[in-house]
């Protein structure tokens, strides 16, 4: 059963940077896409970046050139570089893993709050 951590997430004032990092284990497939997603209270989850095998990604427009997702796959890790940080970017920040013959899973979700 595939399984996985967020860590990273905090309290930053605008304008500030955070890097989310996010560990997948239990895998015997290659990982097909990593992705994170984020929820605000009151609204649905959305694509905030994702990073498929062969290294291409797609990021919302709201994050565009704030944020930038990276992969590391000898540790089956991916992280999100997020600065210029907006009050509008707070939310609970979930990491997605799709395996190949596994299937996808979620982490947790970590809390980030952007406020002065």
């Known amino acids: 059963q595939v399984h996985v951590v967020e860590s990273g997430g905090g309290l930053v004032q605008p304008g500030g940077s955070l890097r989310l990092s996010c560990a997948a284990s239990?895998?015997?497939?290659?990982?097909?896409?990593m992705g994170w997603y984020r929820q605000a209270p009151g609204k649905q989850r959305e694509l905030v970046a994702r990073i498929i095998s062969g290294g291409s990604t797609n990021y919302a427009d709201s994050v565009k050139g704030r944020f930038t997702i990276s992969r590391e796959n000898a540790k089956n890790t991916v992280y999100l570089q997020m600065n210029s940080l907006k009050p509008e970017d707070t939310a609970v920040y979930y990491c997605?893993?799709?395996?190949?013959?596994?299937?996808?899973?979620w982490g947790q979700g970590t809390q980030v709050t952007v406020s002065s």
């Open positions: 997605n893993v799709d395996v190949w013959y596994q299937g996808d899973a």
């Open positions: 239990g895998i015997f497939a290659s990982i097909s896409a």
